[in-house]
């Protein structure tokens, strides 16, 4: 388990987040 986000995968969170799917 990885203790840190990755700028790449901060995207992909945020994008699910505004941009369900």
Do not use: A, C, D
């Not at 388990?1 to 799917?21: A, D, H, W």
């Amino acid at each position: 388990m990885k203790l840190y986000i990755t700028r790449e995968q901060s995207m992909r969170t945020i994008s699910n987040t505004v941009f369900p799917g």
